[in-house]
């Protein structure tokens, strides 16, 4: 840890939460230097949906080179990218009725979200973004100009323009529905919000606290872009590739978005790989008008390749979500009740969820104390006040259960240790 402390850039995070040193990692674990594992439960941000090491991914790369097959290509013809598009397209694709072009971008997500927001301006000749209040959507200049959260728009260090933030599902409360806002705002000509290019959001807000937008707000908001000629872009960088129990987190909310943004866990085994779905009409490129050295991750083409030719032509993968859905939301639902507030809020949806505990020192304090017990997970939402849990899709019922102990343990271990009852009571009443 001597050179990572000395040398590395201020800028890291996620390893100032979790001090050790980690050297291995298989299926739902990550496993330090010392031995000791730890159940990962954050799981690259939600980019191991298929957990670390997948053996079945892992054969195919191994093999792969040792074939010399290639790694880098920009972007030129390969079998592995060839063989990448051939699934995508018939197991992905065409059976939901899909009707995309695939653009590979820069292998970061944020590349992928730049483009889709370019492409949208180029074709309506239109400047302007609407993005939603806690929406996350990279930290380039593009992107974070789209992205709620301060302490990021912060270190832009210049002005973040053309995006106005219109209310997320939920924002004013659950009796308020902010797509009659948004359609207030749209049809009045003196609102001071100019017609958008297109909208762009996550149908769960993975960074901005788990928060959940109905399938019934995403269908009107759809309804109205369609009415004012708005492209509507899903980000499903984050909460794609199955996370919610389908491929893609949109499905059953039955939208056929303008664009799709794909990223995290679409290698399958933690590869950077990133695209942009686009209808053929966007298509509007020049050659190599947007550009990047690293469009052509021969890796992981076929990882993901062979992510999607191994779990998504069959049932088993969406029904065991399915089954871990129910398992993650009682137990969570009960540990917040019994040892946190039943005024606590769960939410979630297939296997992402949060607790939102109200206080960011409670929920800072529970994945401290989850990190001591052996349970990596992260917190998020506007204050860091939820904690987030997003354990690999592939981890059995009894991983997954054993996780849950560890998380009620500290949970039950915070509350007993600190006076974080009477402050979340102050809260509660003060609310
Ligand atoms: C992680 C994330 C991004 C940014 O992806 P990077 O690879 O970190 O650039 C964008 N949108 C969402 C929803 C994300 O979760």
């Not at 013809?77 to 820069?106: C, H, M």
């Not at 933690?270 to 050295?293: A, M, Q």
Request: charged share 25%; net charge negative.
């Amino acid at each position: 840890m001597k050179q990572i402390n000395a040398i590395e850039s201020q800028v890291r995070s996620y390893c100032r939460a979790y001090p050790v040193m980690f050297d291995k990692a298989k299926g739902p674990f990550l496993i330090d230097k010392d031995g000791k594992k730890y159940y990962d439960f954050l799981c690259g941000a939600g980019s191991l949906n298929y957990g670390h090491n997948n053996p079945i991914l892992k054969k195919e790369i191994i093999d792969y080179l040792n074939e010399d097959g290639i790694t880098h290509s920009l972007d030129l013809a390969t079998k592995s990218k060839e063989e990448f598009l051939d699934s995508f397209s018939k197991i992905i694709l065409a059976p939901r009725n899909l009707n995309y072009k695939v653009q590979f971008t820069g292998p970061t997500g944020t590349n992928a979200v730049e483009a889709a927001l370019k492409i949208a301006r180029k074709v309506t000749g239109r400047t302007n973004i609407i993005s939603f209040t806690n929406g996350f959507h990279g930290v380039t200049l593009g992107s974070v100009a789209a992205t709620g959260n301060s302490h990021h728009r912060g270190g832009a260090g210049t002005s973040l323009n053309d995006v106005t933030f219109m209310p997320y599902d939920g924002y004013m409360g659950k009796k308020t529905n902010t797509i009659d806002y948004l359609r207030r705002v749209l049809e009045d000509n003196s609102s001071g919000v100019d017609l958008p290019a297109a909208v762009i959001l996550e149908t769960v807000q993975g960074e901005g606290g788990i928060n959940i937008a109905s399938d019934k707000w995403l269908k009107s908001l759809q309804d109205l872009c369609h009415e004012f000629g708005i492209l509507i872009i899903i980000d499903d960088i984050q909460v794609g590739c199955g996370r919610t129990g389908t491929f893609f987190s949109f499905e059953n909310a039955g939208l056929e978005p303008d664009m799709v943004v794909l990223s995290k866990s679409l290698s399958g085994f933690g590869l950077p790989f990133s695209l942009l779905l686009l209808k053929p009409n966007l298509d509007k490129w020049k050659p190599g008008e947007h550009n990047g050295t690293f469009r052509g991750n021969n890796m992981a083409f076929l990882t993901a390749k062979t992510a999607i030719d191994y779990f998504w032509t069959t049932q088993e993968l969406e029904a065991g979500i399915a089954l871990k859905s129910n398992i993650l939301k009682d137990r969570l639902e009960n540990i917040a009740k019994e040892y946190i507030s039943s005024e606590v809020e769960v939410r979630g949806k297939g296997m992402v969820y949060g607790i939102d505990c109200i206080l960011e020192d409670l929920a800072g304090a529970i994945k401290q104390k989850c990190f001591e017990n052996g349970l990596i997970l992260e917190t998020c939402g506007s204050d860091d006040q939820v904690v987030k849990l997003l354990p690999a899709l592939t981890i059995t019922e009894n991983e997954l259960q054993e996780g849950l102990d560890l998380l009620e343990k500290s949970v039950k271990q915070v509350m007993n240790q600190s006076d974080f009852q009477k402050k979340l009571e102050n809260e509660i009443v003060e609310k």
